[in-house]
């Protein structure tokens, strides 16, 4: 069953704050922070316009402060202490960068301990309300005490439940017992004499009753200091308590986180492998693409290529045939020439053998001519010379057809006859 909230605080209650130390706070720009603080009370989530701040202590991750404060408390049930840590060396912060971390305490936790100093170490957490994009780290030592200046006097509950000792009745010396002072029945002795009923002011308990405030101090020191280490040691198990739920609760968040981040992981991988595999197929889609394009692009230019490689094949077919062409007319016109010149041979030689032929044909006309004016008897004549002079140049020349008329010539010339 769940403990009733404390009632509302009277008017004045105060919540008395010293500020010990730091330890192990996380560094700032590279360095170590100036550590400063603000303190401030909230009352259901409404900061209060009083706040206090502390001296910055410079350049380390453990400052000391030992400082302390005292900030008004309108409702305990409702209020919450707020101390957050500022690096004050940072020359220009933005918004939030130079927060270090925060403590928040609700009060209505010291509400059964009020009056009593109690010190605990804090974590310092990340901020709830002040977003950053570094974690905050280390431990923040405070003293504390809820003060309700009206009910300063009331005893505690413990010592309402037990009396004092300086509250015990007078001694039977000072108003003496009726009970006391009646005879036994058994034994018929005399009344005690006087003197025996002083005798109680001499015990132990005379000193409570000549100084009942010194016993009722005493007593009450002694119960403020059972309260205050019952008070201490009930905080102590609450903090304990709060600190085991918050590592819990921390531990859930930590798994739920690590669950969430696996998932994703899983998710991004997932993402990731599809968007390699639809960077891949758009790759091989491009590939086939340029591939067509390039073929396309290709088309025409070896079509050209092909094109000026006809041409190319023409044109020195061209030149070949006209080569063959310039060759045979060449070889025609050689041809030509040599038989013309052949002709031209042919008809020298048919001149000159005309020619001779005429020559010849002139002799043998001279030699018959000669010969007809020959003597028949075979006398030599000066024409029979002439004749034998013509066949000489016959023979010489070797003209065919003339073998006749030599050997006639020659029968002649010696005077005999021809044969016929």
């Known amino acids: 069953m769940a403990s009733p ?67 008004p408390v309108p409702d305990a049930t409702k209020s919450q202490l707020e101390v957050t840590l500022w690096d004050e060396s940072d020359p220009a912060p933005e918004k939030y960068s130079h927060f270090l971390g925060e403590v928040l305490l609700n009060l209505a936790k010291l509400a059964p301990y009020k009056g009593h100093y109690i010190e605990q170490v804090f974590h310092i957490k990340q901020g709830k309300t002040i977003p950053t994009a570094e974690q905050a780290t280390g431990s923040l030592t405070l003293g504390l005490r809820l003060d309700i200046p009206d009910e300063a006097a009331a005893p505690t509950p413990a010592a309402a439940a037990t009396p004092p000792p300086a509250a015990a009745p007078t001694p039977p010396a000072a108003v003496p017992s009726p009970v006391a002072a009646a005879p036994a029945p058994a034994a018929a002795a005399p009344p005690s004499p006087p003197a025996p009923a002083a005798a109680p002011a001499q015990s132990p308990p005379a000193p409570s009753i000549t100084s009942p405030k010194s016993g009722l101090a005493a007593w009450q020191a002694s119960a403020a200091g ?79 290529k092909d094109d000026e490689e006809a041409r190319r094949v023409h044109a020195a077919e061209q030149q070949r045939i006209e080569a063959l062409h310039a060759d045979a007319v060449k070889a025609a016109q050689d041809k030509a020439a040599e038989e013309a010149r052949a002709t031209s041979e042919a008809l020298h030689a048919a001149k000159a053998h005309a020619e001779r032929e005429a020559a010849q044909s002139s002799t043998l006309a001279a030699a018959e001519k000669a010969m007809s004016a020959a003597s028949p008897t075979g006398a030599a004549t000066p024409a029979l010379a002439a004749a034998r002079v013509v066949i000489a140049v016959i023979e010489a020349q070797g003209v065919p057809g003339m073998d006749g008329l030599v050997a006639k010539v020659a029968v002649e010339g010696r005077g005999g006859t021809p044969a016929a």
Not at 59 to 64: E, F, H, L, R, T
């Open 226 to 304: 059972q309260a205050s280490a019952k008070a201490k040691a009930m905080v102590s198990r609450d903090i304990e308590g709060e600190k085991k739920a918050e590592e819990e609760a921390a531990l859930r968040v930590s798994q739920e986180a690590e669950m969430k981040a696996a998932e994703s992981k899983a998710k991004a991988e997932e993402l990731a492998r599809q968007e390699v595999e639809a960077i891949t197929m758009q790759a091989e889609h491009d590939a086939q693409a340029k591939m067509l394009h390039e073929r396309e692009s290709a088309q025409p230019q070896q079509q050209a």
């Open 5 to 71: 909230a404390p009632a509302a605080l009277p008017e004045g209650a105060s919540i008395y704050v010293k500020v010990v130390q730091g330890k192990d706070l996380r560094n700032h720009l590279g360095k170590e922070p100036t550590v400063s603080m603000l303190l401030r009370v909230s009352v259901a989530g409404q900061a209060q316009t009083e706040v206090c701040n502390s001296a910055p202590v410079p350049a380390g991750n453990s400052p000391k402060w030992n400082q302390e404060f005292k900030l």
